[in-house]
């Protein structure tokens, strides 16, 4: 976990990032594993990673594309995994 502070990456939205967005991709040709930042949508706040979860349109399967609302804009195959931030400040 990364103790830097983030602003949610979806256009407009003034919140704090509770996520890293990571892609997670299985190759089925060669059992390869992969785990990369998404691009389109690097942080994201929890009511994002909600709406973005709420909003698929396919499987998620790690080996296809799958359309989410908010992440994943260049339709790379791969599922969404939600890497929690460290909270910026304790209550």
Same mark, same amino acid.
Do not use: K
């Given at each position: 976990?990364?103790?830097?502070? *983030?602003?949610? !990456?979806?256009?407009?939205?003034?919140?704090? %990032?509770?996520? @890293?967005? *990571?892609?997670?991709?299985? /190759?089925?040709?060669?059992?390869?594993? %992969?785990?990369?930042? /998404?691009? !389109?949508?690097?942080? +994201?706040?929890?009511?994002?990673?909600?709406?973005?979860?709420?909003?698929?349109?396919?499987?998620?399967?790690?080996? !296809? +594309?799958? /359309?989410?609302?908010?992440?994943? %804009?260049?339709?790379?195959?791969? +599922?969404?995994?939600?890497?929690?931030? @460290?909270?910026?400040?304790? %209550?």
């Amino acid at each position: 976990m990364t103790l830097e502070r *983030h602003r949610c !990456s979806v256009d407009g939205c003034p919140n704090l %990032a509770a996520y @890293e967005v *990571h892609r997670y991709v299985f /190759d089925l040709e060669e059992g390869a594993v %992969a785990q990369v930042v /998404d691009e !389109s949508c690097p942080y +994201i706040c929890v009511e994002h990673a909600l709406q973005n979860e709420r909003g698929v349109t396919a499987d998620r399967m790690p080996w !296809s +594309i799958v /359309d989410y609302p908010l992440t994943n %804009a260049n339709r790379a195959p791969g +599922i969404a995994v939600y890497v929690q931030l @460290e909270p910026a400040y304790v %209550a």
